[in-house]
């Protein structure tokens, strides 16, 4: 049985379906990002996922329950990380930590938590004086007290400076580690392929492919491109190597693009023409590519 079942799911906001027909599976122990430009109806998603909304039609289920019916069963095991709380900030971050370990059976111990968030610190701090980062943190925190099988992370690094982004990358895979799913969205391309198992992508309200980030890159990132500095003039046959599909010269460097073994054959083709290659460099495509390939805009064009 999968852990998250999603079918069909549209939420409207009038005429706007902010999330369009979106079916999809999370299994045991995946970390599934769900990736798009702002407004593309990943948090709409998510608070469906979540039992804080209610779709317009489809159906969700969760760990085998209804989000919204069975909301008080499944608070005892899905962790949801909080994006404003009302009431924290007029507490220090211990005292939130040691409320929040008082609505469940079996907390974790905090400290560990903290130390392992990298704001042990701020144990005696009121979280109002927080930065926008150390706050993200504690609100981690408080989605992981009750060391949850299931976890929603809605833009989990956002307002996170590097050092912290990657000290965050490390607790999600440590939960992975632990044997626990993982439900996250982001808007950046880097943090999926860093981090899920499968990425599904969604533009618009509809989710438009979902794979791993291998499969995703395979089957719409395109062509690689080889650059290479040669002691001669680019030979004409490099064209009809097996996998490549452009050439060319630009000053002394030979730009060569294709797909699947082709700078493996245009090496070996070379070698046998008794040319040498003097530099070489090569970049593959990236979920950048996936997204503009799919969607026909960059993350950044997307509205
Ligand atoms: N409560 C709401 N009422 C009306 N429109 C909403 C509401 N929540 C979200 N939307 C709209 O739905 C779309 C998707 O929003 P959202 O799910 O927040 O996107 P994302 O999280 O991908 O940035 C946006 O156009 C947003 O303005
Ligand atoms: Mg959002």
């Not at 709380?85 to 469940?104: M, Q, T």
């Not at 927080?130 to 993200?136: A, N, T, Y």
């Not at 791993?212 to 719409?220: D, E």
């Amino acid at each position: 049985m999968s852990v998250v079942s999603c079918r069909d799911v549209t939420r409207s906001f009038g005429d706007l379906a902010a999330v369009d027909g979106v079916s999809l599976s999370v299994e045991q122990n995946e970390v599934v990002g769900i990736i798009g430009p702002n407004g593309a109806g990943k948090t709409t998603l998510l608070n469906c996922l979540e039992g804080l909304d209610v779709p317009t039609s489809g159906s969700i289920d969760v760990l085998g329950f209804c989000p919204v019916k069975d909301a008080h069963v499944l608070a005892q095991r899905v962790g949801v990380q909080l994006q404003h709380a009302a009431l924290l900030p007029r507490l220090k971050v211990g005292e939130a930590l040691e409320l929040f370990s008082s609505f469940y059976a079996r907390p974790m111990p905090w400290r560990p938590l903290l130390e392992t968030l990298g704001i042990a610190a701020k144990e005696k701090s009121y979280v109002a004086k927080l930065s926008g980062g150390e706050r993200q943190r504690v609100f981690i925190a408080l989605a992981l007290i009750h060391d949850p099988e299931l976890l929603f992370l809605d833009e989990l690094t956002t307002s996170l400076d590097p050092q912290a982004r990657l000290a965050m990358w490390e607790v999600v895979r440590d939960i992975r580690r632990r044997g626990k799913t993982v439900v996250l969205t982001t808007h950046y391309m880097e943090e999926a392929e860093a981090l899920c198992d499968r990425v599904a992508i969604i533009n618009q309200g509809r989710l438009v492919a979902l794979d791993t980030v291998r499969g995703l890159i395979s089957a719409h990132g395109g062509d690689s491109t080889l650059r290479l500095t040669l002691d001669r003039p680019t030979p004409p046959t490099l064209t009809s190597v097996e996998g490549v599909s452009s050439v060319n010269s630009d000053n002394a460097v030979t730009i060569i693009r294709g797909r699947g073994a082709f700078a493996q054959n245009v090496l070996s083709h070379l070698t046998q023409a008794g040319a040498v290659v003097t530099d070489m460099t090569m970049s593959s495509p990236g979920m950048e590519e996936v997204f503009l390939n799919l969607t026909g805009r960059t993350m950044r064009e997307a509205p």
